[in-house]
């Protein structure tokens, strides 16, 4: 499988952290958020690029091995 292309997580741009924060703060107030990180979390090659319930790719790779989850 190819590299994703590089991600908002992965540059420092002042531009791309905003992006980043305001992702976040969009998937704060979601109702379904708990279910997202589930799926993301259990999917993580789909879920490979951007914000999902509120985290982001290194954020839920940390995830995944505090909670031994295989990928």
């Known amino acids: 499988m190819p590299a994703p292309p590089p991600s908002h997580e992965t540059t420092s741009t002042p531009a791309a952290q905003t992006d980043i924060e305001q992702a976040k703060l969009l998937c704060s107030g979601c109702p379904i958020a708990a279910g ?36």
């Open 36 to 71: 997202c990180l589930k799926w993301a979390l259990a999917h993580p090659t789909q879920a490979r690029l951007g914000v999902w319930a509120g985290t982001t790719v290194r954020q839920r790779t940390q995830l995944r091995q505090r909670l031994a989850i295989p990928t």
